[in-house]
């Protein structure tokens, strides 16, 4: 037979395209090789997606994942700190979380509204040092509370802030200082919220064009000087 001789230019060229088959294929074995890292966390939550049923509602799918949860001696699945940040599982107060907060509740101090200091006020829910001073000094110009609802007459203190507190509190109007209205100077009288400089002044013309005669709530009412309403109110303040 006869050999076909190649030429030095054929030669090289099938060296060549040995080499870059050669280099083709060491590129492929490198990155089939080299698998991307996927993090634990990512991995996880690869895992949870695959195992869960799209097919059927999320509460579902929750429940599926909660079965698989491990589970401590008493049967019940234990509850991890990554299933708590991963959103799956909300947090749901335990029995004795709900009696401490009854317990406390129930042990709560009460405060007299008549008697207390600023520092009872101040641990009375909604009542900061602020309120606590503006309470005081609102009692010191009335002589006294006779019912807890006359706190809402104190600027900032609305229906939704006396509801947070109100269950604490107790009135004893026993207490109230009372003015005597037979010998009340203007400024005593005055100063009380519901009396006022024109009230006072008008109670006191009364009470000296009234020779020897008593001076007295009733008489008051009777001759138009107060109203009924204020009258139910003043018999609280006024002896």
Same mark, same amino acid.
């Given at each position: 037979?006869?050999?076909?001789?190649?030429?030095?230019?054929?030669?090289?060229?099938?060296?060549?395209?040995?080499?870059?088959?050669?280099?083709?294929?060491?590129?492929?074995?490198?990155?089939?090789?080299?698998?991307?890292?996927?993090?634990?966390?990512?991995?996880?939550?690869?895992?949870?997606?695959?195992?869960?049923?799209?097919?059927?509602?999320?509460?579902?799918?929750?429940?599926?994942?909660?079965?698989?949860?491990?589970?401590?001696?008493?049967?019940?699945?234990?509850?991890?700190?990554?299933?708590?940040?991963?959103?799956?599982?909300?947090?749901?107060?335990?029995?004795?979380?709900? $009696?401490?907060? #009854?317990?406390?509740? !129930?042990? +709560?101090?009460?405060? @007299? %509204?008549?008697?207390?200091?600023? =520092?009872?006020?101040?641990?009375?829910?909604?009542?900061?040092?602020?309120?606590?001073?503006?309470?005081?000094?609102?009692?010191?110009?009335?002589?006294?509370?006779?019912?807890?609802?006359?706190?809402?007459?104190?600027?900032?203190?609305?229906?939704?802030?006396?509801?947070?507190?109100?269950?604490?509190?107790?009135?004893?109007?026993? $207490?109230?200082? #009372?003015?005597?209205? !037979?010998? +009340?100077?203007?400024? @005593? %009288?005055?100063?009380?919220?519901? =009396?006022?400089?024109?009230?006072?002044?008008?109670?006191?013309?009364?009470?000296?064009?009234?020779?020897?005669?008593?001076?007295?709530?009733?008489?008051?009412?009777?001759?138009?000087?107060?109203?009924?309403?204020?009258?139910?109110?003043?018999?609280?303040?006024?002896?």
């Amino acid at each position: 037979m006869r050999r076909e001789k190649f030429s030095k230019s054929q030669a090289s060229q099938i060296v060549t395209l040995v080499f870059i088959l050669l280099a083709i294929q060491g590129i492929l074995f490198l990155f089939g090789k080299d698998e991307p890292v996927i993090p634990d966390v990512k991995r996880e939550q690869l895992h949870i997606n695959e195992n869960m049923d799209t097919s059927r509602p999320q509460k579902a799918q929750v429940e599926k994942t909660i079965n698989k949860m491990p589970e401590d001696e008493g049967g019940k699945a234990i509850h991890t700190a990554q299933s708590h940040k991963s959103g799956l599982f909300p947090y749901k107060p335990k029995k004795e979380d709900y $009696s401490s907060f #009854k317990k406390e509740k !129930k042990t +709560a101090k009460m405060v @007299q %509204l008549n008697t207390a200091d600023s =520092i009872e006020l101040v641990s009375l829910p909604g009542i900061g040092p602020y309120y606590a001073k503006k309470i005081i000094q609102y009692r010191e110009k009335l002589g006294g509370f006779a019912e807890k609802e006359q706190l809402m007459e104190i600027f900032g203190i609305d229906q939704e802030r006396f509801d947070m507190f109100s269950g604490r509190i107790i009135v004893d109007s026993t $207490s109230i200082s #009372k003015i005597d209205i !037979k010998e +009340a100077t203007y400024e @005593q %009288l005055s100063v009380n919220p519901y =009396i006022g400089g024109y009230l006072a002044r008008s109670i006191i013309r009364f009470r000296e064009s009234r020779t020897g005669m008593e001076t007295d709530l009733s008489a008051l009412l009777m001759s138009n000087i107060i109203k009924i309403e204020l009258y139910k109110i003043l018999k609280y303040y006024i002896r």
